[in-house]
Structure formats: structure tokens, C-alpha cells
């Protein structure tokens, strides 16, 4: 229990030391917002103006906390190119990302896992090299050459999903999913092999275990070997890099969520970095910093509690 | 000695219907993979033929690359790692078990044959808890329901006096020690009712005195329940305790098969013979000198600085060039010792004069003489060593670090060294990974001594060697310490060992120094409590042993 509060004390730590990199990066970012928002013409009258309420004149450290505190108050401030509040914009999009996340991951997951234990159960046969090998190929394509591949093959070819996953709300169910099974798809790909070949690594680590060889001795099939001794002991490795990819699934989407129009998290980063809009950047970093801290900690916890030297002290 | 296919009396063959387990004409083969060279086939069992009667035990006794282990593994035919069963008949039972199929061996594995590993703490799955894993495979080949696999199990649990026999099966691997999880894996074992069980080295990896008490609970389980065994193991002494038959094997040839009596007492082969008769080395012991090389005063020590302390207020004495055995089991403190005097470990409270000046107790704070003149040498010489380098770059690495010696004199120095630990020049260009374990140990020894070292730490330095290679290593080092007036401070916990090396002893518990003297001193009654029961633990090769150690015990193990 005590290390488990640790964690998540230490978690709630880091994120805050993130968010003054954070602050920290997009001051050093050269530019100027005033300048940027009333381009060329603007007078210095009209730009030391701006910059007055902007606050962009106080101090650093002031503005710092001025922005955490209103995070931590839910209030992500305001967009400067379109003057809208960041967190009504951004929750729909964060929303959005989370269900592409979480339906890739239904399918990733468990079927990275599958084929993991296949490829262990016949390994070095041919069914292993197949796997492995298709899972070699799908992480060397970038996911955007991926993306486009699915969308010449299954949008402009056979025609059967949208080349634009757009969403929207009052979008039915199945219609939702049927937007998103091409840039899903593209995601699956990038996270499948990943995963698969730790759970494959993983599981082979503990086949070498003299306890394996026990329950060998005791006549057990290979198949019941691997899911009673062997993965249960490999379920901390399993489990972290499960989630990094799940990380990946929401943060590593920008690329997926531009090529599909997706309207995601992804994509409403990248229009605001080609618009310097500070807040926004800041807000959306933050965000993802907190997801992938978040399960980093799920991860951690997840790994005590799989120790039973941890769960069953002497 | 007689050639490869010598004629071996054996002993008479079992009636047909008491026959439980025939192999005949055994071979085995492996891979190996040697540094640089083109993988290769080689024999590991040849032509090993035995029958083992219903209910009788068969020890089975070499030294490590014998193929006890691979012969044993072959009655589940089971070959570990890249070992295959390549010729021969392993009848089972009746029936040809080699020719059963991949399911029909897993039909008779943990049912008619079980297993007992040497280190059940590793042969034990963390994840589960004791129980289900001791009832699993009766489960599983249906011999039991999992009500009757679980009484029947608390009922070998008491059987093999674990302590809570009725809750000891709650409980996960990490939770019971050493010599209670031994017992429960021949609990497991048994409690699929099987009528063979192999016995790999199952009391090796444990303290003597926890070694007396599996190993009895072991033979009494045998001979309640009526199961066959073979007993695999290094050592003639524990194998006369619970053996009917003994085999002597040698690089996977049958030396010597016969009853346990005729083996120990009137051994045929020479080679048995030297087994038998390996351990004793007579050294006379010295007296103690007038100004000792290292004097120990109260040392106290405790790691991180913690509460336990894991040496309690220790002195000892150590003179020049004589050696100073320190015993006791694992835990005693022994090894923290020798931290602590090199520095590893700085003490808490106490003082180390050596050489007639004061350590200072912190390592970083020690001159390059001290260092140089207080070498160590370790029980795994295999990680002691760089395995990149090569012999004359491990034992010139002293020579240049401490003297300065360069080019062709240090070349000079290393020839000089190896010839000393009778290996000779050719090995300068060697690879650790190309010698073998008492090599190896040679070598280590050899670089310590290339300091010109006035005592030599040798931390258990032949347990992991075979009873005739760490002969040779005790005898290399008495021979060195006679020219080279070194002290030798020896851990070790192996009372045989001690006999063969010591002038004096020091006896450790929990951290304690509980008798210390001259050899003469320490090994004569009265004895304490704690040095009666490591002595009385000690096995011997004499019938009837166990029985009578049990019996006269004052003191119970602390492994129980």
C-alpha cells in the first residue's frame, strides 16, 4: 500500500515539474503572440496594448502560476488566435482522441497478446517466423505511409470505409465506429507488433525458468504451461509496455488523426502550433504529459501488485 | 583402470514382477557450442544399463559431467536443454517409455515418475501459491479429486514434519525457507502416488545442519509410502544413508554398480576408491606466534547502517602463514566478515590491525600496500574473472597495477605463477570460458598471488567444485602457503574442508563468534550446543549415520 502512495504521490510530483518545462519551453520559443495576432501592420501603440491584456508583461513566474492555477481551477485559459475557451474546444477533441484510443486498444491488446503466446507456444516454427515477421514489417512503415496505404486500398479501391473519418455528436454508434476503422487500424499497426514481440520476449525470459521445467516434469501441454506458470510471471514486463502503447494511442495520434481529419486532439495541436497559440499548446502538452503519467503509474501499480514477494510479505 | 567397455560386476537382476524400471544401453548425445569453434555433437551418456526393483532405492553418484542428472531426467524421458535421448530402451513399467509418443510421456510424467530438484526455491513458481502447486499434477492426470489431492497432501506434510501442516500450503514459495520448501517439493512429488521418483541433489544446495533433517524426512517418506527412487547426488556419504544400491558413473560411463555396503566399505574400482576415500588431507596444525598479520578487535557491522547487526562484537586473530578457518552455515556472518575486514563493508564499532598497523575501516581511505597485501579469492571464479581476457591478462593485471612490471618481465612473472599453480605456459593465451572449474579457480588464485599478497580471503573457495578438483585446489594451497609464508583466512562451511586446512577455527552463529581456538581445541568435547550440532550434522560415510546423528542431537537446526 505505502508503495503504491509513493507512486502516485510521486506521479502528481512530476507532472508539476512538467508543466514548468512546459511554461519553461514556450518562453524560449522565439516569437512574439502580440505580433503574431495583429501581423504586419500593427502599430507599437496597438502591440504594447495587446501585450497589457495579454498580461504578457508581468513577470514569468507570475504568469506561470497565474496559468497552473487556473488548470488546477479547470479553466485552461483562452485560445489567442480564435479567443475561445481552450477547455470547451478542447473537451469534445479529447474526447474524440479517447475513443479512437480506447477502441484500438479492445482490439490491440488482446491480440497482441494472443499472437504473443502463439508465437512462444510454436516457437522458431513457422507460425513464430510468420508472426514475427509480419509484426517486423508493420512497425518499420511509418504510420503515415500505412495510413495512406489503407486509404487507397480500402477507400478509393474497394470503397468500403471513408477516406475522412469524421465524427460528430449525435453521430449513431456503429456509423462512429465505422468512421474510425481506418485510422484504428493504421494505430493497430503501429502498437500490434510492439507489443507482441515484449510478450513473446517476456514469456520466453520466464520458459527458462527451472519452474517451468518443473511443471514440464509434472506433465502438463505446452499450451497450459505458458498461461498458468509462464505468463503469470510475465505479466509486470507485459503490462508496461502495454501501457506505453496505450500512451502512444493517445499522444503518438497526431500524425494518424491529420492524415484521417480526425477530429481529435491531434489535430487541433498541430493547427495551433502553426499558429504559435501559446495556451493552446500549453494546455494540449500538459494533457498528454498527464495521460502518459498517469499510466506510467497503472503500469507501476499493476507490477507491485503482480509481485506476490510484494502482496504476501513474510 | 579397465577400457571402455570393461566388464562391471552388477548386482542380480530383480524378479520380472518387482521390475519397476529397466534401461538398457543407454546413450545420450548434446549440442555444444565451443568459444570460436563450430557447434558439435558429444556423447554425454554411454551405454548405461540399470534395473531398479519396486520400492528400492538407487543412488546414482559422479562428479558434475558424469550424466546422473541426464540418466535420471531419461526415466521421465526428458532431456534438458539441447540433450536427446539417441539410443537405448527405457523400459517403464513394462513398456518402452522413449517410444510412447509426446502424450503418452506426458501421461506418465507426475503420475508414475516424479521429480525433486536440487533448488526448489527455484523449482517452485512464485506466482502460486504451495498448494496448488503440490496437488496439480494428481489433479491433472485425474488421480485424485482436488478434496482428496489436498488431504492427501497435508497428510505427506505432516508426514515430512513441516510445521502447520494443515496452513503451510497457503502459503507462497517466498514464504517458507529453504529446507521446508525441499520437503514440500518431495511432497508434491509423492502426492501424485507415483511409483518412481527422482531425487536430483536434493539436500546440496542446503546447510548441513538443515541437510540432516530433509534428508531423514526424505528417507522416511521413502519407506512409508513404498515408492522406488533414484537418488542422484556428489556425495558418497549422503547417498550410503538412504541408497540400497549405489552406481558410480564417470564422463557417462557405469564405473561401479553394487550394494551400498559393498560400494563404501569394499569398493572394486579405483576410481570409487578415490571417491571414498577423497577427504582427508593430514595437516598438522601450528601453534600461534607471537604477533599476529591480522588482528580483528570487536568488529561490529550492519548493513545500511540498520538495526540487525550481522556481526555481533567479533575478534580474531590471524598469523602469518598459517590459516584461520571460519565456519558456520549460511547467515552466520561468515562472508560479512570478510567484507568487513576488506573493507567492503565498513564496521560500525571496532578495530583491524594488520601488519602491524591499523586499517583504516573504510575501503576508499586504504593505501595501495594495504590493498596489495590482503587478496581475495571467490567461490564463483567463472564471474571472478573478466571473461574477455585472456589468462596472462588476468594474472598480469596484479603485477602491472601494484609493481609496475611491463612487456617481457611481466610475461616472465606470469609463466612463473601459472607454473606455481602447476598449470604451465600454455594457458597464457586461454580464455576463462575454455577451462574447467578447478582451472579456473587456479587461475584466480594464481592472480592473487601475483600481488604478493600476506593473507589470502578464500570465500568458500571449493564448494562449487567436485570432492577430487577441490582436493587438488586444498592441496595447491597448503603447498603455496608452506612457500610463500601466507596467511589464509578460509570461510568455508564444509567441516571436512576445515579438518583437512586449518591451524585455527573460529566457529560463527547468527553473527557471533561462538568457539574459537586452535584446531585441536575447537574440535575436541566438550562441545556447545551449536558446535555439537554442525559437527554431529556432518555426514558420514557409515550405514546407519542418519539414524544415529538424529538421535543424539542436543540442538535443533535453525533452518526448521
Known amino acids: 500500500m505505502r508503495l503504491i502512495a509513493q ?6 510530483l512530476l507532472l508539476f515539474a512538467v508543466s514548468a518545462l512546459i511554461f519553461a ?28 491584456e495579454l498580461g504578457l508583461n508581468d513577470p514569468a513566474y507570475i504568469r506561470y502560476f497565474r496559468w497552473l492555477g487556473g488548470i488546477l481551477t479547470g479553466d485552461l485559459g483562452t485560445a489567442l488566435t480564435t479567443r475561445q475557451d481552450i477547455a470547451t474546444t478542447l473537451g469534445p477533441r479529447l474526447w474524440n482522441t479517447l475513443f479512437l484510443a480506447f477502441w484500438t486498444a479492445v482490439v490491440a491488446i488482446p491480440l497482441a497478446i494472443l499472437l504473443g503466446l502463439l508465437a512462444v507456444r510454436y516457437r522458431n516454427g513457422p507460425i513464430d517466423k510468420t508472426i514475427s515477421g509480419f509484426a517486423l514489417a508493420s512497425t518499420s512503415l511509418p504510420e503515415f505511409f500505412i495510413g495512406y496505404l489503407l486509404i487507397f486500398f480500402f477507400a478509393v479501391k474497394m470503397q468500403w470505409f471513408p477516406s475522412i473519418s469524421t465524427v460528430y455528436d449525435g453521430m449513431p454508434f456503429l456509423e462512429k465506429l465505422r468512421a474510425i476503422v481506418l485510422p484504428g487500424t493504421a494505430l493497430l499497426l503501429v502498437v500490434l507488433a510492439h507489443m507482441m514481440r515484449m510478450t513473446r520476449a517476456a514469456i520466453l525470459n520466464v520458459m527458462q525458468s527451472a519452474y517451468v521445467e518443473t511443471a514440464e516434469l509434472k506433465g502438463l501441454s505446452q499450451l497450459a504451461i505458458i498461461r498458468k506458470h509462464a505468463f503469470p510471471n510475465a505479466i509486470a514486463p507485459i503490462v508496461n509496455v502495454v501501457m506505453l502503447n496505450l500512451a502512444f494511442l493517445v499522444v503518438g495520434v497526431v500524425v494518424v488523426e491529420v492524415i484521417f481529419v480526425y477530429p481529435g486532439m491531434g489535430q487541433y495541436l498541430v493547427d495551433h502550433v502553426a499558429k504559435r497559440d501559446v495556451p493552446v499548446v500549453q494546455a494540449v502538452g500538459l494533457i498528454f504529459a498527464a495521460v502518459y503519467i498517469s499510466l506510467n503509474i497503472v503500469a507501476d501499480i499493476a507490477s507491485i501488485l503482480a509481485n506476490p514477494r510484494l502482496r504476501h510479505p513474510r | 583402470m579397465a577400457s571402455a567397455v570393461h566388464h562391471v560386476d552388477t548386482p542380480p537382476r530383480p524378479k520380472p514382477e518387482d521390475l519397476l524400471l529397466d534401461i538398457r544401453n543407454l546413450k545420450i548425445e548434446a549440442r555444444v557450442y565451443p568459444p570460436g569453434e563450430t557447434p558439435r555433437d558429444v556423447t554425454i551418456v554411454d551405454g548405461v544399463s540399470l534395473t531398479l526393483a519396486r520400492g528400492k532405492v538407487l543412488g546414482l553418484i559422479g562428479e558434475s559431467g558424469a550424466g546422473k542428472s541426464t540418466i535420471g531426467l531419461s526415466a521421465m524421458a526428458y532431456g534438458r536443454g539441447g540433450v536427446r535421448i539417441t539410443g537405448g530402451e527405457v523400459i517403464l513399467n513394462g513398456r518402452d517409455i522413449l517410444k510412447t509418443g509426446k502424450d503418452g510421456v506426458r501421461k506418465l510424467r507426475g503420475a508414475e515418475v516424479c521429480y525433486v530438484a536440487q533448488s526448489a526455491a527455484a523449482a517452485f513458481n512464485p506466482a502460486h501459491r504451495l498448494m496448488d502447486q503440490v496437488v496439480e499434477a494428481a489433479i491433472l492426470h485425474g488421480s485424485a479429486t482436488r478434496a482428496e489431492a ?35 517439493m518431495t511432497a508434491m512429488a509423492l502426492c501424485s502416488e507415483p511409483d518412481l521418483i527422482v531425487f536430483d541433489e536434493p539436500t546440496t544446495a542446503l546447510d548441513v545442519t538443515t541437510q540432516i533433517d530433509v534428508l531423514a524426512a526424505i528417507k522416511d517418506a521413502i519407506r512409508d509410502t513404498g515408492v522406488a527412487a533414484l537418488y542422484i547426488t556428489h556425495d558418497l556419504a549422503v547417498v550410503a544413508q538412504v541408497s540400497d544400491e549405489i552406481m558410480v558413473l564417470r564422463h557417462g560411463k557405469l564405473v561401479e554398480w553394487g550394494g551400498t555396503r559393498q560400494i563404501i566399505k569394499e569398493p572394486r574400482q579405483e576410481y570409487t576408491n578415490a571417491l571414498v576415500s577423497v577427504h582427508h588431507i593430514e595437516h598438522e596444525e601450528h601453534a600461534p606466534t607471537a604477533n599476529p598479520i591480522l588482528s580483528a578487535r570487536n568488529i561490529t557491522a550492519a548493513y545500511g547502517g540498520g538495526p540487525i547487526k550481522v556481526l555481533k562484537n567479533v575478534s580474531v586473530d590471524i598469523f602469518p602463514g598459517q590459516t584461520l578457518a571460519v565456519v558456520g552455515e549460511s547467515g552466520s556472518g561468515k562472508s560479512t566478515l570478510a567484507r ?24 576508499k581511505d586504504r593505501s595501495r600496500d594495504d590493498l596489495r597485501e ?15 581476457q585472456t589468462v596472462g591478462t588476468i594474472i598480469g593485471r596484479p603485477l602491472e597495477f601494484y609493481f609496475g612490471i611491463k612487456g617481457r618481465e611481466r610475461d616472465q612473472r606470469v609463466a612463473e605463477l601459472l607454473d606455481k599453480i602447476e598449470m604451465g605456459k600454455g594457458f597464457v593465451d586461454r580464455y576463462p570460458a575454455e577451462l574447467s572449474g578447478g582451472q579456473k579457480q587456479r587461475v584466480c588464485i594464481a592472480r592473487a598471488l601475483a600481488a604478493k599478497p600476506k593473507l589470502i580471503i578464500c570465500d568458500e573457495v571449493t564448494s562449487a567444485l567436485d570432492p577430487l578438483v577441490a582436493h587438488g585446489i586444498l592441496e595447491l594451497l597448503l603447498g603455496l602457503q608452506k612457500d610463500e609464508n601466507v596467511a589464509y583466512l578460509f570461510i568455508t562451511h564444509d567441516l571436512a574442508t576445515v579438518k583437512s586446512i586449518a591451524d585455527s577455527i573460529a566457529v560463527m552463529y547468527r553473527g557471533e563468534v561462538v568457539r574459537y581456538g586452535p584446531k585441536s581445541r575447537v574440535l575436541t568435547p566438550p562441545f556447545d550446543a551449536y558446535t555439537d550440532l554442525l559437527l554431529s550434522s556432518v555426514p558420514e560415510m557409515e550405514i546407519g549415520w542418519l539414524e544415529k546423528a538424529i538421535k543424539g542431537r542436543r540442538m535443533e537446526s535453525a533452518g526448521n
Open chain 2, 374 to 388: 590482503l587478496q581475495m579469492i571467490y567461490q564463483m571464479a567463472d564471474v571472478a574473472m573478466n571473461p574477455r
Open chain 1, 7 to 12: 507512486r502516485v504521490a510521486m506521479g502528481i
Open chain 2, 150 to 184: 489436498e488431504q492427501r497432501a497435508k497428510h505427506l506434510f505432516r508426514k515430512l514434519s513441516l510445521p502447520n501442516p494443515d496452513t503451510i500450503g497457503d502459503r507462497y514459495p517466498h514464504q517458507v525457507s529453504g529446507g521446508q520448501l525441499q520437503r514440500v
Open chain 2, 340 to 363: 568487513a575486514i576488506t573493507g567492503l563493508l565498513p564496521p560500525e564499532q571496532g578495530s583491524i590491525t594488520f601488519a602491524g598497523r591499523t586499517l583504516s575501516n573504510a575501503l
Open chain 1, 25 to 52: 519551453g514556450t518562453q524560449i520559443l522565439p516569437g512574439d503572440v502580440a505580433a503574431s495576432i495583429l501581423g504586419q501592420s500593427a502599430t507599437p501603440q496597438s502591440l504594447a496594448n495587446l501585450r497589457e
